[in-house]
């Protein structure tokens, strides 16, 4: 990248979080003056994706929380639709507490769906059933083997959160070009790291925490894992806890054969493709 290039994107950068924080800091101003502060914030559109602006807000501190849903970018208008269509039109009450927490909205494939997709390929693909998966992709981690995870319906937004992931061992410094290589990236694009929710504050400091959809940024507090370190020292995680699934036995089973409760974790694609949706597309 020419220097150019780089101060070009820098500015923009430092240009966005000015306006915004700007933008937060008149919209406090006005809720004081209607005696309301200290509220939580709920913000999204496409650029609560900037995850190093959201951490800005979040640091600021004019609001008691800040939240950012997983679908905050053009996804969230197909629930948005539907939940005013629910609400508005067919006047269903809003049940307090019964927002989705789990991004994981996708479809349901039907119960034959991965032998279906297996049998088109034959004597090709070599299939083994293991009573034990998470174990298993763990033990492969530990090996420095780079893997597909796929797990029960996709996630809605563009993150991968641990439904459809390709993960490697975080403590590698060769897989942030590694996986850059398979997914046929510009080799400086960082990778996020999953970490354990009950575990993340051992490891990362400067951001709210638990950070379950890699909205915000924090700072590493160890050399430990190369692949997931940012050039400033930052990663952009996601905290790992039981409602996650099997996703969850993975991280528990790496940490206890490694003693680190992370690991690499970027979306299961190719170049120029959305994230794997089927077993087909996965395969």
């Not at 039109?89 to 297996?118: I, K, S, T």
């Not at 299961?268 to 493709?273: L, S």
């Amino acid at each position: 990248t020419a220097p150019i290039n780089a101060d070009i994107a820098a500015s923009t950068q430092k240009l966005f979080d000015e306006t915004l924080l700007a933008t937060v800091a008149a919209f406090d101003a006005i809720l004081r003056k209607m005696k309301l502060q200290r509220l939580p914030l709920c913000y999204a559109g496409g650029t609560a994706l900037s995850c190093p602006a959201n951490s800005l807000i979040a640091r600021d501190r004019r609001f008691a929380s800040v939240h950012v849903p997983p679908w905050c970018d053009d996804s969230g208008l197909s629930l948005g639709a539907a939940l005013a269509l629910h609400h508005n039109v067919f006047d269903q009450p809003l049940v307090p507490n019964r927002w989705p927490a789990d991004p994981c909205l996708g479809v349901r494939h039907a119960d034959n769906a991965v032998e279906m997709a297996r049998g088109k390929y034959g004597d090709r693909l070599h299939f083994e059933q293991r009573s034990d998966w998470a174990e298993a992709a763990a033990q492969d981690l530990a090996a420095d083997k780079v893997i597909g995870w796929y797990e029960s319906r996709s996630e809605i937004g563009p993150r991968a959160l641990g439904h459809r992931s390709i993960l490697a061992d975080a403590r590698q410094a060769e897989n942030w070009a590694r996986v850059n290589e398979i997914k046929q990236r510009e080799p400086w694009r960082p990778f996020a790291p999953a970490v354990l929710a009950d575990r993340a504050a051992e490891w990362f400091e400067g951001l709210p925490l638990p950070s379950p959809y890699m909205l915000f940024t924090a700072q590493l507090k160890s050399s430990a894992l190369p692949a997931i370190t940012h050039v400033d020292g930052s990663a952009r995680i996601q905290t790992v806890d039981e409602t996650s699934g099997a996703f969850h036995a993975v991280l528990n089973s790496f940490a206890r054969l490694t003693g680190v409760p992370v690991i690499l974790s970027t979306s299961f694609n190719g170049p120029g493709e959305p994230i794997a949706e089927s077993p087909d597309d996965a395969i």
